[in-house]
């Protein structure tokens, strides 16, 4: 792609900035506004409104008014409106991506690829809306039981900064598909790309009280959705601390959550791994995004014997990285969040080098300035710092095992339990670690585990819930059973 194109696109993506809310299909101003960074240029790109919790309420009362005719309405009509709205998605997927450039500050190209795969749940789950089967069983007492999947009610949406499409689709799309109504709460720092999602959401014919973007106070809107007896669920994406946070406000109104929280994810190169496929699976898991995601590997295991070879041709691919801003023809490591986020990857890097750890590339700053780190690659030192903490960052620690039964143990030594990813030729060897591994989802000789069709979330101290899939659904239903005593 040219930088001609590039600027087109990035012009294009800031037409889509709205510095209002979105409630009840009404762009709605508030007491105070919320800037909004662009990472990469380290400029203001513009703000939402900060909202009172009326205004919130407001919204919340709109998402159970709506609720009554949304949820009644026949699954094929549903399916149809979420198809519209996918369409609407496709056409507008350069102006999405870069817009999701300018405020999250991913590379276009990367950018553009979460559209896509944002896109693929509301596709999925379009075709799903009319296939939203109950079961008829038998009981023991010769009565017939049906179950019916009805729509939990008006659903409550937080979501992180680090898929600002991809998080908000995965949630809305599975409600909207149920039969609920939302209102999502996005990210402080990337909040138009769920302004811009909803607005498609509402120009393909969804009612307008059915989907609300609140923006403003954190505390201020979590405790009026939390709080609100109408709201029947909530979905949260974010950091364990904060999730523990909004389940114990959930507790007084006894709502149904999913927790999709942080995540230390493990991966481990087996001693009969293909090298290279290990280490295309490490670079595509671990630096996209700059190392920001929930499932990126935080620490590498590798058996003692493959150790330096893998090491060898992980260090050469990570040091071809290039570093670039998100506009520019040929990025693939944009800057880190804030300065917040870039701290804690020089803290790491160097806690690693303090206990004996080798930097083998990277492990400075990059020349660009402002958020961007070198990719790294880490040689030894001490894995116990990355059990508890998400580095969140393009940093890859590498540590030696000698046995498959080390291995599992420290991928298990965690409290996280997110994602995994093993590396191995042997069938039975990835069968083993695959009962073996505390995690939600894991990837064999794979760097991605995210996908609409697959059950993606935790377990341990990652939450609980699953996005996507025939178990994402059942995240926004409730199942209903009808007796029928037949004489
Ligand atoms: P975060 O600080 O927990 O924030 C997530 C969301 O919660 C934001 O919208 C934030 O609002 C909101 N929030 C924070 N405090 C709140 C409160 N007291 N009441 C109501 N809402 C509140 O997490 P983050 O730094 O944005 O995202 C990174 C984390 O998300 C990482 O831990 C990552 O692993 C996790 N993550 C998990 C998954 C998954 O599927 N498991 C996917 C992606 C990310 P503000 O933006 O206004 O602060």
């Given at each position: 792609m040219t930088e001609a194109s590039l600027a087109a696109h990035a012009a294009a993506g800031r037409a889509l900035i709205r510095d209002k809310a979105l409630v009840a299909g009404h762009w709605v101003a508030g007491d105070g506004a919320v800037e909004v960074d662009d990472p990469a240029e380290r400029t203001r790109l513009g703000s939402v409104p900060r909202l009172s919790?009326?205004?919130v309420e407001e919204?919340?009362?709109?998402?159970?008014?709506?609720?009554?005719?949304?949820?009644?309405?026949?699954?094929?009509?549903?399916?149809?409106?979420?198809?519209?709205w996918a369409d609407r998605v496709d056409a507008a997927e350069q102006a999405l991506a870069a817009l999701i450039s300018l405020e999250n500050g991913k590379p276009y190209a990367e950018a553009l690829g979460e559209v896509r795969y944002a896109n693929s749940f509301i596709r999925w789950f379009a075709g799903q809306a009319e296939r939203m089967d109950g079961e008829v069983i038998a009981t023991s007492a010769g009565d017939t039981v049906l179950t019916f999947k009805e729509p939990v009610g008006p659903v409550a949406a937080i979501t992180p900064w680090n898929f600002p499409a991809a998080m908000i689709t995965r949630k809305a799309a599975a409600a909207f598909c149920a039969g609920c109504t939302v209102v999502l709460k996005p990210a402080s720092a990337t909040p138009?790309?769920?302004?811009?999602?909803?607005?498609?959401?509402?120009?393909?014919?969804?009612?307008?009280?059915a989907f609300s973007v609140v923006t403003g106070d954190q505390a201020?809107?979590?405790g009026v959705l939390t709080g609100s007896p109408l709201i029947r669920k909530l979905s949260f994406t974010g950091s364990t601390p904060v999730g523990r946070l909004l389940a114990a406000q959930c507790?007084?109104?006894?709502?149904?959550?999913?927790?999709?929280?942080?995540?230390?994810?493990?991966?481990?190169?087996?001693?009969?791994?293909?090298?290279?496929?290990?280490?295309?699976?490490?670079?595509?898991?671990?630096?996209?995004?700059?190392?920001?995601t929930c499932v990126?590997?935080?620490?590498?295991?590798?058996?003692?014997?493959?150790?330096?070879?893998?090491?060898?041709?992980?260090?050469?691919?990570?040091?071809?990285?290039?570093?670039?801003?998100?506009?520019?023809?040929?990025?693939?490591?944009?800057?880190?969040?804030?300065d917040k986020g870039l701290a804690k990857v020089e803290d790491h890097v160097a806690r690693t080098v303090a206990a004996g750890g080798r930097v083998l590339t990277g492990g400075a700053r990059h020349a660009l300035g402002g958020g961007f780190y070198q990719p790294t690659v880490l040689d030894g030192g001490d894995d116990e710092m990355f059990l508890h903490e998400e580095t969140f960052g393009p940093v890859a620690p590498v540590f030696a095992f000698d046995s498959d039964d080390e291995a599992i143990a420290r991928a298990n030594a965690?409290?996280?339990?997110?994602?995994?990813?093993?590396?191995?030729?042997?069938l039975d060897r990835a069968m083993r670690a695959a009962r073996a591994v505390e995690a939600g989802v894991l990837g064999v000789n794979s760097g991605l585990?995210?996908?609409?069709?697959?059950?993606?979330?935790?377990?341990?101290?990652?939450?609980?819930?699953?996005?996507?899939?025939?178990?994402?659904?059942?995240?926004?239903?409730?199942?209903?059973s009808v007796t029928l005593a037949l004489r």
């Open positions: 919790a009326a205004q919204a919340v009362a709109q998402a159970a008014a709506a609720f009554a005719d949304w949820s009644r309405r026949k699954p094929v009509e549903r399916g149809r409106f979420l198809s519209a138009f790309t769920a302004l811009a999602l909803a607005e498609l959401a509402l120009e393909a014919g969804l009612p307008p009280g201020v809107i979590g507790a007084p109104t006894l709502k149904k959550l999913s927790m999709e929280l942080g995540g230390a994810a493990p991966l481990i190169v087996f001693e009969d791994a293909d090298l290279d496929v290990a280490v295309e699976g490490t670079i595509k898991g671990k630096f996209r995004n700059a190392g920001q990126c590997p935080n620490r590498i295991y590798v058996h003692a014997r493959v150790r330096e070879a893998y090491l060898d041709r992980l260090a050469a691919a990570v040091a071809a990285l290039k570093v670039g801003k998100p506009f520019e023809a040929g990025a693939q490591i944009g800057p880190l969040i804030d965690s409290e996280f339990g997110l994602a995994a990813f093993v590396f191995t030729r042997d585990v995210s996908n609409a069709a697959n059950p993606f979330g935790g377990v341990k101290q990652s939450g609980y819930g699953r996005e996507g899939s025939v178990y994402g659904l059942d995240d926004y239903v409730q199942v209903k």
